[in-house]
């Protein structure tokens, strides 16, 4: 909460959005809602930082996949969680079926992002549908949390306040639930 009123908050923000995008395991949710319950006038600019920030990381994570793959693979491969080659072999038949809802999906829920952002570039998904997907799902996900805090602020701070640490479990087993989802059911 003390990084809402920091100089460099909303570039941290739109870093951490970013680095999450393409290949930074951290989502930029917790960020997001620690500065908009500080600031809630400000939830909306900083759900916006958030979306440019993942879209344009999407992005990134996209050229990962289309040019950067040969040579950085090994290093996903062994260093990044989630990121395994039995997935990204089974993505890639999910693409053939469900391209936009795939990018969609893991835009708007815990499923790792980064994963989908880099395999739709490695296996050549249209950058157009790409951009729509992402900007919808990423941008929807960070709106709806901005319009709750910010109709809600003092409330959902005091609920948060409260419940924190089980909220921190939640959000872990969901990110958890996520790699779960990505290695077990895709």
């Not at 909460?1 to 908050?9: E, Q």
């Not at 999450?20 to 400000?42: H, N």
């Not at 880099?118 to 799902?137: E, K, N, R, Y």
């Not at 809600?152 to 989802?181: A, C, H, R, S």
Request: glycine share 8%.
């Amino acid at each position: 909460l003390s990084w809402a009123h920091k100089k460099y908050s909303s570039a941290a923000l739109f870093v951490l959005a970013f680095a999450e995008s393409s290949f930074f395991p951290i989502p930029p949710d917790v960020l997001q809602i620690g500065l908009s319950v500080s600031r809630p006038k400000k939830s909306f600019y900083y759900a916006f930082i958030a979306s440019v920030g993942s879209i344009l990381g999407g992005i990134f994570g996209y050229f990962i996949g289309l040019k950067l793959w040969g040579i950085l693979k090994d290093f996903f491969f062994a260093y990044i969680p989630g990121f395994t080659p039995e997935i990204f072999s089974i993505i890639q038949d999910k693409y053939d079926l469900y391209n936009f809802w795939i990018v969609f999906t893991a835009g708007f829920t815990p499923i790792p992002y980064k994963i989908i952002t880099i395999s739709a570039g490695l296996f050549g998904v249209s950058f157009l549908m790409f951009i729509i997907a992402s900007t919808i799902s990423r941008s929807a996900r960070f709106f709806i949390v901005a319009t709750l805090i910010y109709f809600f602020g003092p409330k959902i701070k005091e609920f948060i306040d409260k419940y924190f640490n089980l909220l921190t479990v939640i959000f872990i087993i969901l990110l958890i639930g996520g790699f779960f989802i990505i290695k077990y059911l895709i």
